[in-house]
């Protein structure tokens, strides 16, 4: 399994950005695949997530949206009205599910379960500009 992420970027505030991640070796059926990033100085953040169904962490609901493209083996995080403190590394990851876990997408994956996260890619960095 690999998972790249791309499309960071510099955007001035409330600008848009759409990140992508190309995975391989992933059938969506079977992972539950995140979106994280991480600030200077700050611990990783859980952003957003997407199986059977999508979660979104407060901080970008509204205005971050994922959505994946089963015949490309992509994910992408559509990103609007970007703020200063959106500026981050981002990074894609991928969790497999199994009969002996309950974990899927929510705020247990992308919060305290994130070690739970089988595969991981390299992060892309997003700069919002003031």
């Known amino acids: 399994v690999q998972l790249q992420a791309s499309g960071g970027g510099v955007v001035q505030v409330g600008g848009s950005l759409r990140l992508s991640c190309a995975t391989s070796g992933v059938s969506f059926d079977s992972y539950t695949i995140g979106w994280f990033r991480q600030a200077p100085g700050k611990e990783r953040e859980g952003v957003s997530c997407s199986d059977s169904g999508t979660y979104y962490a407060d901080s970008v609901k509204g205005r971050f949206t994922i959505s994946s493209d089963s015949a490309e083996n992509m994910v992408y995080l559509q990103m609007i009205d970007l703020k200063p403190e959106d500026t981050a590394v981002y990074y894609c990851?991928?969790?497999?599910?199994?009969?002996?876990?309950?974990?899927?997408?929510?705020?247990?994956?992308?919060?305290?379960?994130?070690?739970?996260?089988?595969?991981w890619g390299k992060g892309t960095l997003v700069t919002v500009s003031s």
């Open positions: 990851a991928a969790h497999r599910s199994t009969w002996s876990d309950s974990l899927e997408c929510g705020p247990e994956i992308l919060g305290e379960k994130q070690s739970a996260m089988d595969y």
